[in-house]
Structure formats: structure tokens, C-alpha cells
């Protein structure tokens, strides 16, 4: 931009002032020379439309030229730089000082000389629209970087989906295998060793064969709960909490009690849903397998932007820092829910002392996207 396009607002409360310096301004070419009587009606200009220099008369009825600067300091915004020449007749060092601290960026002693006072304002201008083209540049630099991060994100998105859906079809197939395959081939092994031993005189082979069937159908049994880990039936019909509910009946035996407070507002996203489902499995489990408690509190909770699910338990306790800092081989239910928290960009923590129970919170941020995916998940 051309400086002598730029807009200049001349601020005095004397009209032969202002028409002087407007006619001095107007025949060195500047086009759009604004101007105010006061220091209320110069802050209205500048919250209208901002200036590219303003030309202050430090001496006004009301509010003076000092007590402007001060309102203009708090109308502009961190990184916007309007420069402000003061005319002023006053030269002391006292009315310099005061005014410099108060924002002024340059001086001209009334009278002034035109050529001097023309050249101040081309520099002061200058410096302005530079100011302003680098304003622009940071802004456009800005918005490209966030457009980067937010594609970053899309991609990072796309791919925990397509991870979640890959493992969750994978266990799929492997429960389909076990439901289709392996447990009616063990339900018609056990049927026909029981035709076989009805058919044998009683003995020591149908003390065995009674023995084998016992431990088929053990068999049988087991691969049922497995079925049930590897496809909970309600997580796609009633959602998380159901599935959690599921969960918690098909493993607390008598001795455990368990209460379950759902506090979510709405769907989850397919793949935070899957997430917590699994590190709340994983964490009842664990409360069932190594806690020996007899308490049991599940919570799932919103906040704007994150959703948590907390497993707390009133058992033995343990230290996870060095359960997590050298895990067992084969034991990798701690590192697996931190994984799946950490590919949500989330977070898990454990809290836990030695006979003092156990809580273990995810925390996973939500942004509001439905994915597309979501598996057909069978009845088993
Ligand atoms: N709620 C809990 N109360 C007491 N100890 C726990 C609890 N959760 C975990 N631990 C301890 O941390 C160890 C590691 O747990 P982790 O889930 O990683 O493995 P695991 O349960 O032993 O095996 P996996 O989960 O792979 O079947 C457990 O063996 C147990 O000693
Ligand atoms: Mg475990």
C-alpha cells in the first residue's frame, strides 16, 4: 500500500489547528485525513475504523492527549502497533517523559516545520504498514500451521480407527471360529462319548470316559467365557455401560459387590467407546484375579471435550510403578490399557498402595465425529 493512502487522524480540539494540518497533509498527497475535538470522539474513530497514525494534540479540555493514550493503549490489541505523533507547544523533558511513557511514539514542537513534520509522519506511516504486512504474514503462517495440525490429526484419527477396526474384526473372526467351530465340535465329541459310555458295561473305562467328559465340558465352559471377552454382546445394542454392566455380572462371583454410575450424555465415537470398553475389562479382571476385593466401583464421566472411566477397588493394592517398569512376560493387561488410552491421545492412571485398593482412570479426549465404522456384532 501506497503511504499516502494510508489514513491519518488528526486529534485537537482547535479548528484552525485541525484545518492546517489536514491542508498540510492534503497538499503532501495524503487522501484520507479524518479528525476529532476530543479524546471520546478520537477513541470512537479508532474503535470505528484503525487508524495508520494518529496526530495528538497533548493539550484538550477533558480528557488531555496523556489520558488518550492511555484509553488507545487498552483499545489496541497486544500486537497492533498504531503509531502517535504528539504536537505539543509544551518542549519541557517532564511533558515529553509523560506522554512517552503513556504510548507516544514520536514528537514535533508546535510550531512545527512542515517539511520536518511531513517526513516524521511518512516514517511513523512506514513503519506502520510494515508492522502490519508482518501482522498479515504471522496470521497466514498461523492458519497454515493449524491447518497442517489439523490434517495431522485427521490422518492420526483415520488411523487409530482403521487399528481398532482391524483388531476388533480379527477378534471377531477368531469368536465366529471358536462359536461356529470349536465349541460344537467339543459339544459333539462329549455327545458321542456319552452314547459310547451308556453302550459299555460299568468299569474302569466308563469311570474314565465320565472323567474325559467332565474336562470337555470344562472345556467347553472355558471357551464360552472367552467368547464372551472377545465379543461383548451389549456394547453394540446398549452402549458402554451396559456392556461394563455385562461384564461385571459375568465375573463377580458372590463374594464381590459392584455398583456401576453412568454419567455419559450421549453415543461415544465407535473407537473411544471400544477403548474404554476394553481397559474396563481389563481393569475388573484384574480386580478380580489379584485384588481379593469385596468392593467394586465403576464410573463413566464427561466433560466437555474428555471422557472418563474410572474401575476403582478395595483389595490389596500393588505398586504399579514397578509392576509397569518390569512386567512379567505374558502378563500385559497394565501395558495394553495404557496403550489403547496413549492411541487416544489420552491418558491412564493408576493409583495404588499396598492394602489400600486400587482406581484406575482413562481419560480420553472426545472430539464430537462419529466414525464410520461400526462391526455387526452377532449374539453369541
Ligand atoms: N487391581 C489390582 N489389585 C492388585 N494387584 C493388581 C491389580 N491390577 C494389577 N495388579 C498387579 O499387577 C500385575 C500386572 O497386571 P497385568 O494386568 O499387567 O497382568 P496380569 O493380570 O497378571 O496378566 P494379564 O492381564 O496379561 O492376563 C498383576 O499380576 C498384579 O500383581
Ligand atoms: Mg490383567
Known sequence: MDERSALVLVVDDEPPNVELLSAVLG??????????SSALEALEAVRAVRPDIILLDLRMPGIDGVGF???????????????VLVLTADSSAECRRRALASGAT??????FEVNELLLRVRNLVRTR????QVRA????????????LAERLEEK????????????AERERIATEIHDDTIQMLTAISIRMELLRDQLPKGDAVGALDQIIKECTAATERLRTLLFDLRPPALGVGGLAAALQDQLEFTADGSLEWTIDDFLVGELPRPVELALFRIGQEAIANARDHAGASQLFVELREEPGWVEITVRDNGSGFDPDSVMGKPRPGHLGLVAMHERAEALGGRLTITSRAGEGTTVTARVPLRHRRAPWRPVLAAS
Open 106 to 111: 514520536d514528537f514535533v514542537t508546535k510550531p
Open 157 to 168: 484419527e483415520a488411523f487409530i480407527e482403521a487399528l481398532v477396526a482391524a483388531q476388533e
Open 137 to 148: 504474514r504471522a496470521g497466514e503462517l498461523e492458519d497454515r500451521l493449524a491447518a497442517q
Open 27 to 36: 497538499r503532501a498527497g495524503y487522501r484520507r485525513v479524518q479528525s476529532a
Open 129 to 132: 504498514l510494515l508492522h502490519e
Open 69 to 83: 493514550l492511555e484509553l488507545l493503549e487498552h483499545e489496541l490489541g497486544d500486537d497492533e502497533f498504531v503509531p
